[in-house]
């Protein structure tokens, strides 16, 4: 009777410990989110087109006007990533005309006819354009902006200048509707010698006449005087410095020319140079407060999207934005903006992209290193086997190595300086010395490694998720895939992870129930840390997780696998997706994350929407593996687990039927192959498993090779494991 009490307030601690947690993180992720508001509608609205701007033009050259913008208006810094490896201005207009991430072949970016004076316009290639992006599965199509101001009424206008014989007018890919027809056009030329001053100043008083006549003949104008070119003068003959300036001029001159009830977007859709950067984006105008642009498809203070544009000119005049588009309309915190925070997001996110690929390319190769010696160990030859120290050091560094990259993240990358691969490598050593000291069991580095980073990313998620943002195994706003929560790469870091941890305590414990109580409360927690809207708001978590937690629970809890057992994983799912839908449609709609988005906008559409995102994301799973350098990985891995089932037979002999480890060691199958088929990140997420089954499988090899060859006493051996209760105890 004493017992039963005991271990009834055991669950109920574990019950209370779960509740507060869950709680705090709750309480921490909703407050975690910038808090914001939407600006009235306009009377007109101008974009401007600076393209090529940078940061640190912003920073360092002579831009008077745009800073005195910047000083009354809101100021954020907006990823322009389109689907090309190279920008272009064509498609850069062309993606913010869409609402959607287009490809402009050379042949379709510019070519138009008549368009001067305040003529119509028409993009001859707009079917063209259209035709070539259908396969793409794109929620909205080239020409949805104009598309939908003209079904509100709306008139659009373009303003350009061109250089001598230039073929037309690549902002009209933002201003066309699906037909290709612009309103209005003044398509300037600015005359063969583009850096002549003269003939710069007429050109750009030309300029500021056509907003004024387009601005009384349109609703929405857009107004771009090209390209700015790269340092050095590459492109125009002009240099950057004068480039730049004249811009800023034209700007000012623009600015001073608007009525007082418009609204002036400064924007570039093109970073300053072939690398991509998140450029400068300035809103003013009535309402408009002055501070932070804030998009709630990023949920980032200060960071938009190149796809929230087109909703956002929609709404700024009064329109209602298409429910299919991607992006969502600009809200606003007041404020006084840090210019160097956004310009650190945008070095930051440069930094990761230049050791990117460096450093996922060397953990591939340390996979191949580790497991090849690894299976010369494994032959049990007395030579070979005294290397086993050295390989369990190895096989743990590359456990550590997801841990370090988000820890490494604490330290802003830029800082680095180009040496982020040797300050991971160290901090990686680091890890991997201090979890060898633990010795309660023959995997207890792998546990102390994989709980800690259970930890560190639940703890994560829960602030705002900023350990992710341009780490090595997160998500970089420069890429435009995700911009909160969790990603793909952290969710398959998190999945195993858990897994890993769960599996080895509850085979090291004592009291099987409590340990049973324990494993159930972290799955439960995990879940609701990736999936819930305010923390990892990653739905793609909850199809990969559930199940398989559901069904790993039931058999460390002494139930055999079975198709009721599956059918009871699966109940359980389809009731969490439903219980996180509904959960997501009583939020409202720019508080929303993608599963609600999916629900709003399939309800509007009679689920096509939801078969768009289904052959969307299935075309990027194929995509991905063929691309990635991770499924080198996930072929090393697979080879090595190859070799210890097919050849050594020790599957038997260091994952006894009915324990712990090897109901561990199943799981992680089922989320690696159920990882790959639900997610667009797909073979990345399996290849992370991977990084957590290879460990610990091979060091279970390890250590029943030394014990049979009695070279390496396991650690084990300090502490005989204690019977288990039998399964038929286990509630």
């Known amino acids: 009777m004493v017992n039963a009490i005991s271990q009834r307030r055991r669950f109920a601690a574990v019950a209370a410990a779960t509740a507060v947690v869950l709680g705090v993180s709750l309480w921490s992720g909703a407050r975690s989110q910038p808090a914001d508001r939407p600006a009235p509608a306009a009377s007109k609205v101008v974009v401007f087109g600076f393209s090529g701007l940078s940061w640190d033009d912003v920073q360092r050259a002579p831009v008077p006007n745009l800073r005195a913008l910047m000083a009354r208006g809101a100021v954020g810094a907006m990823t322009v990533r389109t689907v090309s490896a190279t920008p272009t201005l064509a498609e850069g207009y062309a993606t913010l005309g869409a609402g959607a991430r287009v490809q402009v072949a050379a042949t379709l970016s510019s070519t138009t006819t008549s368009g001067r004076d305040g003529q119509p316009l028409v993009v001859d290639t707009a079917r063209g354009l259209i035709a070539a992006n259908r396969g793409r599965h794109l929620a909205t199509a080239p020409g949805a902006l104009g598309d939908a101001l003209h079904a509100d009424g709306r008139r659009t206008a373009i303003v350009e200048t061109t250089s001598a014989g230039s073929g037309g007018a690549p902002v009209a890919l933002a201003a066309m509707d699906r037909a290709g027809s612009v309103d209005a056009a003044w398509v300037i030329g600015a005359g063969s010698d583009a850096g002549d001053r003269a003939t710069a100043t007429h050109s750009g008083s030309m300029v500021v006449a056509a907003v004024g006549d387009a601005l009384s003949e349109a609703d929405v104008v857009f107004v771009d005087t090209g390209e700015i070119p790269e340092a050095g003068g590459q492109g125009t003959g002009q240099p950057r410095e004068q480039a730049v300036g004249a811009g800023d001029a034209l700007l000012g001159a623009v600015?001073?020319?608007?009525?007082?009830?418009?609204?002036?977007?400064?924007?570039?859709?093109?970073?300053?140079?072939?690398?991509?950067?998140?450029?400068?984006?300035?809103?003013?105008?009535?309402?408009?407060?002055?501070?932070?642009?804030?998009?709630?498809?990023?949920?980032?203070?200060?960071?938009?999207?190149?796809?929230?544009?087109?909703?956002?000119?929609?709404?700024?005049?009064?329109?209602?934005?298409?429910?299919?588009?991607?992006?969502?309309?600009?809200?606003?915190?007041?404020?006084?903006?840090?210019?160097?925070?956004?310009?650190?997001?945008?070095?930051?996110?440069?930094?990761?992209?230049?050791?990117?690929?460096?450093?996922?390319?060397?953990?591939?190769?340390?996979?191949?290193?580790?497991?090849?010696?690894?299976?010369?160990?494994?032959?049990?030859?007395?030579?070979?086997?005294?290397?086993?120290?050295?390989?369990?050091?190895?096989?743990?560094?590359?456990?550590?190595?997801?841990?370090?990259?988000?820890?490494?993240?604490?330290?802003?990358?830029?800082?680095?300086?180009?040496?982020?691969?040797?300050?991971?490598?160290?901090?990686?050593?680091?890890?991997?010395?201090?979890?060898?000291?633990?010795?309660?069991?023959?995997?207890?580095?792998?546990?102390?490694?994989?709980?800690?980073?259970?930890?560190?990313?639940?703890?994560?998620?829960?602030?705002?998720?900023?350990?992710?943002?341009?780490?090595?195994?997160?998500?970089?706003?420069?890429?435009?895939?995700?911009?909160?929560?969790?990603?793909?790469?952290?969710?398959?870091?998190?999945?195993?992870?858990?897994?890993?941890?769960?599996?080895?305590?509850?085979?090291?414990?004592?009291?099987r129930r409590d340990a049973l109580a324990w494993v159930g409360a972290t799955f439960v927690v995990v879940v609701v840390a990736a999936g819930a809207s305010v923390l990892g708001a990653k739905v793609g978590s909850i199809l990969t997780m559930v199940p398989v937690f559901v069904v790993t629970f039931a058999a460390l809890a002494g139930f055999r696998p079975s198709w009721k057992t599956i059918a009871v994983a699966l109940g359980v799912t389809v009731a969490v997706v439903a219980a996180a839908g509904a959960t997501e449609l009583l939020r409202p709609a720019t508080a929303r994350s993608h599963l609600g988005e999916l629900l709003g906008t399939s309800n509007n559409s009679g689920g096509g929407t939801l078969a768009t995102v289904i052959a969307r994301k299935a075309s990027t799973d194929v995509r991905v593996f063929l691309e990635t350098v991770w499924s080198w990985l996930a072929l090393i891995v697979t080879l090595f687990l190859a070799y210890l089932l097919v050849r050594d037979h020790r599957f038997v002999r260091i994952l006894p039927r009915g324990s712990a480890l090897r109901v561990g060691a199943l799981a992680l199958v089922g989320a690696g192959v159920l990882g790959l088929l639900v997610n667009d990140t797909g073979i990345i997420i399996t290849s992370l498993v991977l990084v957590y089954l290879g460990p610990y499988l091979a060091l279970l090899a390890l250590d029943a090779t030394s014990r049979h060859v009695g070279a390496v006493p396991a650690p084990t051996d300090m502490h005989p494991p204690v019977k288990a209760e039998p399964a038929s105890s286990v509630p």
Do not use: C
């Open 255 to 511: 600015a001073a020319r608007l009525p007082p009830s418009a609204r002036l977007i400064v924007l570039s859709v093109v970073p300053p140079a072939a690398p991509w950067h998140l450029a400068p984006v300035v809103v003013v105008g009535p309402g408009v407060p002055h501070g932070y642009v804030v998009s709630p498809s990023t949920r980032r203070l200060g960071l938009v999207s190149l796809t929230d544009m087109a909703p956002e000119i929609v709404m700024s005049v009064g329109a209602k934005p298409p429910a299919a588009m991607i992006g969502r309309p600009f809200r606003y915190r007041a404020g006084r903006p840090d210019l160097g925070r956004l310009a650190g997001l945008d070095r930051d996110g440069r930094a990761r992209a230049t050791t990117y690929f460096p450093i996922a390319l060397g953990f591939v190769v340390l996979h191949g290193l580790v497991y090849l010696a690894a299976a010369w160990v494994l032959t049990g030859r007395r030579r070979a086997v005294r290397l086993s120290a050295l390989i369990r050091l190895g096989l743990l560094a590359i456990a550590a190595f997801p841990l370090a990259t988000f820890l490494l993240r604490i330290v802003p990358p830029a800082t680095l300086h180009g040496w982020a691969a040797v300050a991971l490598a160290a901090l990686d050593a680091g890890l991997v010395l201090a979890v060898s000291r633990a010795r309660f069991h023959v995997l207890a580095p792998l546990f102390v490694l994989s709980a800690s980073t259970v930890a560190v990313l639940v703890v994560d998620v829960a602030s705002g998720a900023r350990l992710q943002v341009n780490s090595i195994l997160g998500y970089a706003p420069l890429t435009a895939d995700r911009f909160y929560g969790i990603g793909g790469t952290a969710l398959g870091v998190l999945v195993a992870s858990t897994l890993v941890a769960t599996a080895i305590y509850l085979d090291w414990s004592r009291r």
